[in-house]
Structure formats: C-alpha cells, structure tokens
C-alpha cells in the first residue's frame, strides 16, 4: 500500500532534508508533494538522487485525499494550518513547537516512546520535539528503564542551522569577513557567531532561563518521565549541522559507566565510540548527514551517588528533525494506525 505525501515548509533546511530521508528510506508514497509560500511557486527541489519536485503553494493547495502532511513551517503556520489539514482528512506531524505541550497531542521519539500513539491522536497532530530534546532522550531512555533517572543537568552546544538557513549563511560572511578584515555584521544573532559561542537561544523568561531551555526540561519529562527533574543551558556555537550535548545525570540505582556503555550499544538509534584515548569520540562533523545518536566520553560522575556523565552528538536536521518525523510516519504504516487515526 502506499500514500500520498505532502511536505509544509519544503524549501527550508528541515524541508528539503524530509525530501531526501523520504527518498533514502523508499517511502511508501504513491505522490510526494512539496509545499512552501506562494514566493517559492514554480521552483524545483531535489527528490532522491535524480529527481526533482516542483514546489507548489501552501495557500492554494487542497488537501483532500492526503494521507501524511510533514509541517516544517513554524509554529505561526502550524497553528493556521494544521487543523485544516486535519479536516480534510490527512494526518499532520508537526516539526514546530505549536502543539507540543498539548495534553491531546502524542510528542513521539519513535525509539523512546511510540507506544504513546497507542493512546489515540485526538487532533489528527503528532509533535516532533525540539532538535536537542530529541538526542537527548534516545540516549537517555535505555539507562532510565535499567537504573532510573533522578535528574539529568545538560549543556548544549547547538549548531546555526538549528535556527535556519539564514543563520547558517551569517556564519559563513562572518567567518569570511575574519579572514579579509571586513566589518564583523551581527544581524541574527545578538552576538558575533563566528568564532564565538552565545549563551542564548530563543527569548528569556521570567525564570532566567531561555525558551530553549524550558523546551528541553518540559518536553524531556513529558516524553520520558514527568518524575525527572531536568536543568538545561543552551549554547548556540559557531558550527554549521550537529548539536552536541555534555550531559550529567544521577540515577536511583548503581550503574558503571561500563554497564551503561554495554546498555547503550544495544539500544535502537544508538551508537557508542567512547574509546580513552585521542579522537575516540563523536564531533558534529562526523555525525552530519548519519542518521544515529553519538554517544561518547561515558565515564562515573564522582560528585554524586549513582552518577554518570557523558557527551551526546547527532545530526539536528537529521534525527532532530526530518528524520525523526518520517520515522514516526514509518511508525503509524507498520502497526496500521493510519487509516483508524483518520
């Protein structure tokens, strides 16, 4: 059986990479449509390794007879769009930050938490969470049902296409303007980027912290455990795709660093390189365009009982994004939720 495909927002960062997973993993789709603002009508996106779409306008499209719409256009567009969608009769899985919190939409990491669609999709919506978040807990989830998690402290250290097209290319005329002595422009970011790290993404809250770091929080126990208490720092730095994480956490019961490593390799979407000695770990670079979550550096966290602390890299477009919607849509086709969710 195959289905009909329609991807919001195809011509951003998140877009055209849910173009090319839907193409790498052969999608059952019977038609792939792709969807952006009415400025993008007419121009041709790369599908697969040789063919193309025409990009067609959001506005103008009608719906009906879609069976999965990807939404990668933000939470503005979403909160539009997605009910309509919805009751034309497709089912939306949305990469924005709209509908997560919803107590009526499943927020699915397919590895950690698929059998929450079990529970029914009211609104016809599944969240993806945010890029870090998404990381974070398939490493987290294998360790949290052997030795259960008490509190987890994460620093981020996300790249600029996690904020969009636009950033990544204000990363490279910064970088440029460094090396030909031009004037340093900081247009996107409230710093200079290049060759600088900035404690701050998204807007401050009353908390002190930032939204960034309150997605994680929240959306790390809604996914998980709501019993985890989760401290997050988020830090944008001036790397191009992937997001790092350093990440310490405490657990219930004993664990060894040797015990976690063994539970960790046999976890799905998880792969261990945590070799002592120089270059036995994951960078950004080796983890762009792989579809895994990098687990490295796995050592005792002698500070507290139970302890351990490791170092956590994956692809954000990737895992963080399109590849993780296009697995939950993977998700509804093989336990046969499709047609009883619409």
């Not at 329609?6 to 449509?33: K, Q």
């Not at 005329?173 to 404690?199: G, S």
């Not at 507290?304 to 849509?329: C, E, Y």
């Amino acid at each position: 059986m195959s289905y009909k495909v329609a991807v919001v927002g195809a011509t951003g960062n998140v877009g055209r990479e849910m173009l090319n997973v839907l193409a790498e993993r052969r999608f059952p789709a019977s038609e792939v449509v792709a969807l952006a603002s009415t400025r993008s009508v007419g121009k041709d996106i790369s599908f697969g390794d040789n063919g193309t779409l025409k990009v067609k306008a959001l506005d103008y499209y009608d719906f009906k007879g879609t069976d999965i719409v990807l939404m990668s256009a933000g939470s503005v567009v979403s909160k539009t769009w997605s009910p309509k969608i919805v009751q034309a009769g497709a089912i939306v899985i949305d990469n924005s930050s709209c509908w997560r919190m919803d107590r009526e939409v499943p927020l699915i990491v397919p590895e950690v938490n698929a059998d929450a669609l079990e529970g029914g999709i009211k609104r016809g919506i599944i969240a993806n969470p945010n890029c870090s978040t998404a990381q974070l807990v398939v490493a987290l989830k294998p360790l949290h049902d052997v030795a259960t998690i008490k509190r987890v402290v994460i620093s981020t250290y996300q790249s600029v296409s996690g904020a969009g097209k636009e950033p990544m290319d204000e990363l490279f005329r910064q970088t440029r303007a460094v090396f030909v002595a031009d004037p340093i422009e900081a247009k996107l970011f409230t710093k200079q980027i290049a060759f600088n790290v900035i404690p701050h993404i998204d807007v401050f809250l009353d908390s002190g912290f930032t939204k960034e770091e309150w997605k994680m929080m929240v959306e790390t126990q809604k996914i998980l455990d709501p019993d985890i208490q989760v401290t997050a720092t988020c830090v944008r730095v001036p790397v191009f795709i992937g997001h790092s994480e350093s990440v310490n956490i405490e657990f219930e019961k004993p664990i060894t660093a040797e015990r976690a490593r063994s539970i960790l390799r046999e976890a799905p979407g998880v792969l261990v390189v945590d070799k002592r000695e120089d270059g036995g770990y994951v960078t950004p670079i080796e983890a762009t365009g792989e579809d895994a979550t990098y687990v490295s550096r796995i050592r005792k966290d002698p500070t507290v009982d139970h302890g351990l602390a490791m170092w956590i890299v994956s692809d954000n477009l990737r895992k963080g994004a399109a590849l993780n919607a296009v697995q939950i849509a993977e998700v509804l086709i093989n336990r046969k939720m499709l047609k009883s969710a619409k």
